[in-house]
């Protein structure tokens, strides 16, 4: 059984463990207690982390061009 990795199943699993990572820290984070500008600055690395995932998923692959 051949397996391949290829950069965009590593992009896909890096910008995964990122909302993965960011989402968990926030939660510890919060267990512990924040004030509201922690507050702010999880919820901006929770939205960024998210916007990367969904980027990397939507983005064409590279040398595909698109059509209008």
Same mark, same amino acid.
């Given at each position: 059984?051949?397996?391949?990795?290829?950069?965009?199943?590593?992009?896909?699993?890096?910008?995964?463990?990122?909302?993965?990572?960011?989402?968990?820290?926030?939660?510890?984070?919060? @267990?512990?207690?924040?004030?509201?500008?922690?507050?702010?600055g999880?919820?901006? @690395?929770?939205?960024?982390?998210?916007?990367?995932?969904?980027?990397?998923?939507?983005?064409?692959?590279?040398g595909?061009?698109?059509?209008?």
């Open positions: 059984m051949k397996f391949e990795v290829t950069a965009n199943d590593l992009a896909e699993w890096g910008s995964a463990g990122l909302v993965f990572l960011s989402g968990a820290m926030t939660g510890h984070y919060a @267990a512990i207690g924040m004030s509201t500008v922690q507050w702010a999880a919820a901006a @690395a929770i939205l960024g982390s998210v916007t990367v995932a969904v980027a990397v998923r939507v983005w064409p692959p590279h595909v061009k698109v059509e209008d």
